[in-house]
C-alpha cells in the first residue's frame, strides 16, 4: 500500500475539477493536491458558455483571469421573431483555460494519467502505480447517460475571415434555417473582426454526427452570408444528452460535472453549475471522503429535483413535437420578456414563470400529444 501523496487527487482535467483546482489554489493554497488528466491539455476541446446573470459578480472575475470573454448583449433569429437581447453573455475557449490553468498549476498536473480504476480515496493508474488520498478522490470522467434522453449535438468550426465579418454581438440561435433531424440552429461567437466559431446545432432523437454534412451545412451558411474563409483553424463537436426522465445519479465517491448531473437539462450549460460546486468544495473545513461524498451525493439530488420542469419540457419537445415543428417551440418561447428568459437559462424558474412558459408553449405542441409526453413515466 503507497502512502497518501495529497489531501485531494482531482480524476479528469476538464471543466469541473479545472475550476476547482483554480479555487483550490486561490483560496486554500496549503491544501495539496494533484490533478490527473488522461490527456495532454486541460479542458479537452470545447467552448463553454454562459449569461453574465448566471453566475456571482465576484465569480466572473476569476473566470475572466481563466481566460471568459464577454459580449455586450446577443441575438436570435427565428421563425416570425427576431430579437436582440441585452444580457452580456461570456464564453470560455478550452485552449485559453489550459494555458491560464496549466500555469496556475505548475507541479500539481499530471498529463498521460489513464485511470484503470478509482474508489473513494484510491486510484490505480493503467500502468500498476496506485495513488492514495489522505482526503479523497474527486472524479470529474465523462461518462455515457443513462436513462431515457434526446441529444443536443453540433459540429463547430472556428473560421478565419478573409475580410471583417460585420457583427457586433453573439448569434444565440439562427433557427431561420432548414430543419433537419429536428429543432436545427447556426450558433456564432465572433471572437476578433475576423474570427468567428461557427456551429451547427440540432437537438436530434440520435446521437449519430455526419460530420461531413454538418460541415457542408456550415459552408453553405458561410457562403450565404458573404464571407470568404481563409483558413478553418479549430473544430469540435459533441453530442449532449438531454434528459426527458430517469434517476438522478447515483453517487458511490466524490463526482463532479455532468456525469453527476450537474447541467441544465434543456440547454446543456454546465459552467455556472461547475462554479457553485468549485466555491462550495473549495471552501469545506474537511476533504474527508465520506462527507464529501455524502455532500455531493445530495447537491446532485437537489440539482436533479430542481431540474424536474425541464425535463418535462424535454419530454413534450422530444415525444410532444414532431422534429420539423420544434422549431415553432423555441420561436415561441423567446416571445417571453428578456428576464423570464435569463432565468430559464439560469435554471431558477418561479411558479409563475412556468405557468407562463406552459402556457405559451401550449400554443406551439397539440395537447393531445404534449399532456401524456409531460405525464410519460421517467423510465
Same mark, same amino acid.
Given at each position: 500500500?503507497?502512502?497518501?501523496?495529497?489531501?485531494?487527487?482531482?480524476?479528469?482535467?476538464?471543466?469541473?475539477?479545472?475550476?476547482?483546482?483554480?479555487?483550490?489554489?486561490?483560496?486554500?493554497?496549503?491544501?495539496?493536491?494533484?490533478?490527473?488528466?488522461?490527456?495532454?491539455?486541460?479542458?479537452?476541446?470545447?467552448?463553454?458558455?454562459?449569461?453574465?446573470?448566471?453566475?456571482?459578480?465576484?465569480?466572473?472575475?476569476?473566470?475572466?483571469?481563466?481566460?471568459?470573454?464577454?459580449?455586450?448583449?446577443?441575438?436570435?433569429?427565428?421563425?416570425?421573431?427576431?430579437?436582440?437581447?441585452?444580457?452580456?453573455?461570456?464564453?470560455?475557449?478550452?485552449?485559453?483555460?489550459?494555458?491560464?490553468?496549466?500555469?496556475?498549476?505548475?507541479?500539481?498536473?499530471?498529463?498521460?494519467?489513464?485511470?484503470?480504476?478509482?474508489?473513494?480515496?484510491?486510484?490505480?493508474?493503467?500502468?500498476?502505480?496506485?495513488?492514495?488520498?489522505?482526503?479523497?478522490?474527486?472524479?470529474?470522467? *465523462?461518462?455515457?447517460?443513462?436513462?431515457?434522453?434526446?441529444?443536443?449535438?453540433?459540429?463547430?468550426?472556428?473560421?478565419?475571415?478573409?475580410?471583417?465579418?460585420?457583427?457586433?454581438?453573439?448569434?444565440?440561435?439562427?433557427?431561420?434555417?432548414?430543419?433537419?433531424?429536428?429543432?436545427?440552429?447556426?450558433?456564432?461567437?465572433?471572437?476578433?473582426?475576423?474570427?468567428?466559431?461557427?456551429?451547427?446545432?440540432?437537438?436530434?432523437?440520435?446521437?449519430?454526427?455526419?460530420?461531413?454534412?454538418?460541415? *457542408?451545412?456550415?459552408?453553405?451558411?458561410?457562403?450565404?452570408?458573404?464571407?470568404?474563409?481563409?483558413?478553418?483553424?479549430?473544430?469540435?463537436?459533441?453530442?449532449?444528452?438531454?434528459?426527458?426522465?430517469?434517476?438522478?445519479?447515483?453517487?458511490?465517491?466524490?463526482?463532479?460535472?455532468?456525469?453527476?448531473?450537474?447541467?441544465?437539462?434543456?440547454?446543456?450549460?454546465?459552467?455556472?453549475?461547475?462554479?457553485?460546486?468549485?466555491?462550495?468544495?473549495?471552501?469545506?473545513?474537511?476533504?474527508?471522503?465520506?462527507?464529501?461524498?455524502?455532500?455531493?451525493?445530495?447537491?446532485?439530488?437537489?440539482?436533479?429535483?430542481?431540474?424536474?420542469?425541464?425535463?418535462?419540457?424535454?419530454?413534450?419537445?422530444?415525444?410532444?413535437?414532431?422534429?420539423?415543428?420544434?422549431?415553432?417551440?423555441?420561436?415561441?418561447?423567446?416571445?417571453?420578456?428578456?428576464?423570464?428568459?435569463?432565468?430559464?437559462?439560469?435554471?431558477?424558474?418561479?411558479?409563475?414563470?412556468?405557468?407562463?412558459?406552459?402556457?405559451?408553449?401550449?400554443?406551439?405542441?397539440?395537447?393531445?400529444?404534449?399532456?401524456?409526453?409531460?405525464?410519460?413515466?421517467?423510465?
Amino acid at each position: 500500500m503507497s502512502a497518501p501523496s495529497a489531501e485531494l487527487l482531482l480524476v479528469g482535467g476538464g471543466l469541473a475539477n479545472g475550476l476547482l483546482a483554480a479555487r483550490l489554489c486561490a483560496l486554500r493554497p496549503e491544501v495539496p493536491f494533484t490533478l490527473l488528466e488522461a490527456g495532454l491539455t486541460l479542458g479537452g476541446n470545447h467552448t463553454w458558455s454562459f449569461h453574465e446573470s448566471d453566475v456571482s459578480a465576484e465569480a466572473l472575475g476569476w473566470l475572466a483571469a481563466l481566460g471568459a470573454r464577454r459580449f455586450e448583449g446577443h441575438q436570435v433569429k427565428l421563425p416570425g421573431c427576431e430579437r436582440a437581447l441585452s444580457g452580456a453573455y461570456w464564453s470560455l475557449r478550452s485552449d485559453d483555460f489550459h494555458r491560464a490553468l496549466s500555469a496556475r498549476l505548475a507541479g500539481r498536473v499530471r498529463f498521460g494519467a489513464r485511470v484503470r480504476e478509482l474508489g473513494a480515496r484510491r486510484v490505480e493508474l493503467e500502468g500498476g502505480e496506485v495513488l492514495e488520498a489522505r482526503g479523497a478522490v474527486i472524479d470529474a470522467r *465523462a461518462r455515457p447517460p443513462e436513462g431515457p434522453c434526446g441529444y443536443q449535438k453540433f459540429l463547430g468550426q472556428e473560421l478565419e475571415l478573409e475580410a471583417p465579418h460585420g457583427l457586433s454581438c453573439p448569434l444565440l440561435m439562427d433557427a431561420t434555417v432548414e430543419q433537419l433531424d429536428g429543432f436545427r440552429f447556426i450558433y456564432v461567437l465572433p471572437w476578433s473582426e475576423r474570427s468567428v466559431l461557427v456551429e451547427d446545432t440540432v437537438y436530434s432523437d440520435t446521437a449519430a454526427l455526419d460530420g461531413e454534412a454538418f460541415r *457542408a451545412r456550415i459552408a453553405e451558411w458561410v457562403r450565404a452570408r458573404g464571407w470568404r474563409v481563409r483558413a478553418v483553424t479549430r473544430e469540435e463537436q459533441a453530442a449532449l444528452p438531454i434528459p426527458l426522465g430517469g434517476r438522478a445519479p447515483r453517487l458511490t465517491h466524490p463526482m463532479l460535472g455532468v456525469s453527476a448531473g450537474f447541467f441544465h437539462a434543456t440547454t446543456g450549460y454546465s459552467l455556472p453549475f461547475a462554479v457553485q460546486l468549485a466555491e462550495r468544495v473549495a471552501t469545506l473545513p474537511s476533504f474527508a471522503a465520506e462527507p464529501l461524498t455524502a455532500l455531493l451525493a445530495r447537491e446532485a439530488k437537489r440539482h436533479w429535483r430542481r431540474q424536474g420542469f425541464f425535463r418535462l419540457l424535454n419530454r413534450m419537445l422530444f415525444r410532444g413535437a414532431a422534429p420539423a415543428e420544434r422549431v415553432r417551440v423555441f420561436s415561441s418561447f423567446y416571445r417571453h420578456d428578456e428576464q423570464l428568459i435569463g432565468r430559464f437559462y439560469a435554471g431558477s424558474l418561479s411558479f409563475f414563470d412556468i405557468v407562463k412558459v406552459l402556457a405559451r408553449g401550449a400554443s406551439t405542441v397539440p395537447a393531445h400529444k404534449a399532456i401524456p409526453a409531460a405525464l410519460a413515466a421517467s423510465t
